[in-house]
C-alpha cells in the first residue's frame, strides 16, 4: 500500500539533545544536574510559553531567557539574563552543525527515489526552522512545498486545522497518510485527531499525556523507526 509520510522535524527527524549538549558542556559542566535532566525541564519551559511566543505574548528573546532562566532555576540555580543569553546564542551556534543519522538519511533518500510523498510539519519561527531545514540537509530529500511551520501557517499543532490544512493542500488521504512525531501532546494527539495514521516516536521514553489515544505504531530508536516504515512500506 502506497502511504505518505509526514515528519515533525524536532527530536523526530534529528535528536535535538546534541546542540543542547553542546551549550551545556559550554555552561553547566560544572553542575551535577546532568544533559538529559536539565533538557527535559528546558523542554518543559519551552513548550509551556510556545503559545505566548506563536501569539506574540512573549518575545522570541524573552521565551529564550525564560526556558533557561526557570529550567535551572528547578536546580536552585539562579541564572543572569546575560548568561541565559549567551547560553542561547551558543545552543543556536550549535544547532548550524545539526546532521541526520545514517539510517534517518537512508530513508529520506530511498522513499524519495521511490516516489513516496513525505512532508515535515513543526511547530516554531519561520526562519529559524528553515535554518534547521537546510542544515540538516533535508532541501535535498523533500519538497521545500512541504515544509509546513507554525508561525507560517499561523496555526500550531494539535490544532487540528493545521493538518487539515497540510492535508487539502498535499491532497492527502488520512488513512493512508502517517504522521511522526515525538510529542504526545502535540503529535499524537494532533495526528490522531485529525483522522491520520500515527507513529510516535518515543525517543526519550516519556508517559502518555492523555488518555483515550492510542498511536498505530510506537518506538524508541531511530533504527526501530526505520524498521517500522520500511515494514509499512513492503505490505
Known amino acids: 500500500m502506497a502511504y505518505t509520510y509526514i ?5 523526530t527527524l534529528y ?12 555552561h553547566f559542566v560544572d553542575s551535577d544536574i546532568g544533559v538529559e535532566t536539565l533538557y527535559r525541564h528546558f523542554r518543559h519551559y519551552s513548550d509551556m510559553v510556545f503559545e505566548q511566543t506563536q501569539e506574540g505574548q512573549m518575545t522570541l528573546t524573552e521565551m529564550h531567557i525564560y526556558r533557561i532562566t526557570e529550567a535551572v532555576n528547578d536546580f536552585d540555580i539562579a ?5 541565559a543569553l549567551d547560553f542561547q546564542k ?5 544547532q548550524q552543525h545539526i546532521a541526520l ?7 529520506l533518500y530511498d522513499l524519495k527515489q521511490s516516489g513516496v510523498q513525505v512532508g515535515i510539519i513543526t511547530n516554531g519561527e ?8 537546510k542544515a540538516l540537509g533535508l532541501d535535498h530529500l523533500i519538497p521545500e512545498d512541504h515544509l509546513f511551520i507554525s508561525a507560517e501557517e499561523g496555526m500550531m499543532k494539535p490544532d487540528v486545522a493545521l493538518f ?9 488521504n488520512p488513512q493512508k497518510t502517517f504522521y511522526i512525531g515525538d510529542n504526545f501532546e502535540n503529535d499524537v494527539v494532533g495526528a490522531l485527531d485529525a483522522g491520520w495514521r500515527m507513529i510516535w516516536f518515543n525517543r526519550r521514553n516519556r508517559a502518555r499525556t492523555k488518555e483515550g489515544y492510542e498511536p498505530d505504531f510506537e518506538v524508541e530508536s531511530e533504527e526501530a523507526l526505520v524498521d517500522c516504515i520500511r515494514q509499512l512500506q513492503n505490505k
Do not use: W
Request: aromatic share 12%; no cysteine; glycine share 4%.
Open 164 to 172: 487539515e490544512h497540510v492535508a487539502q493542500t498535499l491532497e492527502l
Open 90 to 94: 551558543d545552543y543556536e551556534k550549535a
Open 101 to 107: 543519522s545514517h539510517p534517518i538519511k537512508t530513508l
Open 126 to 133: 519561520g526562519h529559524h526552522q528553515r535554518m534547521k531545514f
Open 15 to 26: 535528536d535535538q539533545l546534541g546542540a543542547f549538549n553542546v551549550a551545556y558542556h559550554y
Open 79 to 83: 541564572l543572569p539574563e546575560k548568561k
Open 7 to 11: 515528519f515533525d522535524l524536532d527530536d
